[in-house]
């Protein structure tokens, strides 16, 4: 089993930054992915960033060059540095990673909200 604590959601103003932080415990072994994905009511949960065991990095289009997905293999930790925020940026976001061993499974976080607003 692996559980996943998420930290750093709160409320924002417009233009401002937010750091989530996201640490792995428990069954982590050898080569994982991990990830962040935004959902909003009535919406299905969507890709933010993911990056890899070798530090490959993805991000939705709509956070390109604002958001940056890092991660420290010695905590198990994954972070997001969230920049230049607006309101659109609203959501719960879910920490997610797929481990290999023993076999490919996914766990995801509880989910921290993210408010940006005046």
């Known amino acids: 089993q692996v559980q996943l604590v998420e930290s750093g959601g709160g409320l924002v103003q417009p233009g401002g930054s937010l750091r989530l932080s996201c640490a792995a415990s428990?069954?982590?072994?050898?080569?994982?992915?991990m990830g962040w994905y935004q959902q909003t009511p009535g919406k299905e949960r969507e890709l933010v960033a993911t990056?890899?065991?070798?530090?490959?990095?993805n991000y939705a289009d709509s956070v390109k060059g604002r958001f940056t997905i890092s991660r420290d293999n010695t905590k198990n930790t994954v972070y997001l540095q969230m920049n230049t925020l607006s309101p659109e940026d609203t959501a719960v976001y879910y920490c997610k990673i797929i481990v290999t061993v023993p076999i490919v499974r996914t766990y995801w976080g509880q989910g921290t909200q993210v408010t940006v607003s005046s």
């Open positions: 990056i890899t065991s070798d530090g490959n990095t």
């Open positions: 428990g069954s982590v072994f050898g080569r994982y992915s």
